[in-house]
């Protein structure tokens, strides 16, 4: 009888450890997808594009739409594309109720000093 339960308290406990995701091994990583902002593609007097990332929408711009810049009102000309906004759709859900802008159009990364590499130091010549 002893050799009968010993392997099988033995096949048990492999059966537990096989299967506990203790021992299963790390899991899988999924990446995480870069952070995606809406904002403005184009806009006019009369139009207000603002792309996602996943797609594009184009929204009327009437006299009653309001217009925002880090809380503050501004007026439509003070908007530029590239900026990120948050639009609020009125109730047809084709125009633009209120425009809150967030922050100002990004600078041309190929001017920025970070995306240039550094030019390397002259050395002294020898002699």
Sequence with gaps: MKRF???????????V??????????????????????VIGSISSESITVDTGLKTKTYAITKLTKFYFKGAPVSLNELQAGMRVNVVPGFDGKTASIITALDAPPA????????????????????
């Design 5 to 15: 339960i010993s392997p099988w308290i033995l096949g048990v406990i492999t059966l």
């Design 17 to 38: 450890l096989a299967f506990s995701p203790a021992f299963a091994g790390a899991p899988k990583a999924t990446p995480t997808p870069p952070p995606r902002h809406t």
């Design 108 to 127: 041309n990364p190929a001017a920025s000093p970070a995306a240039k590499p550094a030019a390397p130091k002259p050395t002294p010549a020898k002699r």
